[in-house]
């Protein structure tokens, strides 16, 4: 009788334990409030996207489309970029996540425009995020480092700057402006 009272014991107390931390793999597989936010942002939006090739002159402006929608269950945010950049025909796809286990932001970007893929991470919440990452610059074969600066505005606006180091500098090359159409 007693080594069954002891057994009721240790089960219902390991049972609330566990019940007190959920499982980590059911942390990582459910998307998080921050997936809900990143929701709002389904729809078409027009983009703006400014560069600047030179800081000390005006940045080339390309007005373009682009389509949002939450891919895989609500996990990620899969922006398809597309519209002419002079006379060149542009299309980009960028995905945009949150890692609930590591609370990290991630975003992967690629383009007709060249066969790299740029991969950042970083931290963040509701209203913005700061990711950090290289790319590589094919005229100087060196990688560059990059930071991105997402601002989720609300959700018809959603702003993403690119920033690279030149030397000690940090110079802003991008910006990614998209409001719902």
């Known amino acids: 009788m007693r080594s ?4 009721a014991i ?15 793999w059911t942390v990582y597989n459910t ?7 990143l929701g709002k942002y389904n729809g078409d939006f027009v ?3 400014s560069i600047w090739t030179d800081v000390t002159k005006e940045p080339k402006v390309y007005n373009l489309l682009a389509v949002n929608r939450m891919i895989l269950e ?9 519209g002419k950049m002079g006379d060149d025909n542009y299309k980009a796809l960028t995905t945009i996540g949150y890692n609930t286990s590591s609370k990290n932001y991630l975003l992967t970007s690629l383009s007709n425009m060249g066969t790299g893929i740029l991969v950042l991470s970083g931290e963040g919440d509701n209203k913005s995020a700061n990711l950090t990452g290289e790319t590589f610059d094919p005229v100087t074969k060196k990688p560059v480092k990059v930071r991105q600066k997402i601002s989720f505005i609300d959700e018809n606006n959603l702003l993403i700057e690119n920033f690279d180091m030149d030397g ?11 409001r719902r159409k």
């Not at 069954?4 to 057994?7: D, L």
């Not at 240790?10 to 980590?24: E, K, M, V, Y």
């Not at 609500?74 to 597309?82: D, P, Q, V, W």
């Open 74 to 82: 609500g996990r990620f945010l899969e922006i398809a970029e597309a």
């Open 47 to 49: 983009l703006d996207i």
């Open 31 to 37: 998307p998080s409030e921050i997936h809900n936010m």
């Open 168 to 178: 000690q500098k940090e110079k802003k090359t991008i910006e990614y402006r998209f």
């Open 10 to 24: 240790i089960l219902f107390c390991g049972n609330t334990i566990h019940a007190q931390s959920p499982d980590p």
């Open 4 to 7: 069954i009272i002891i057994s």
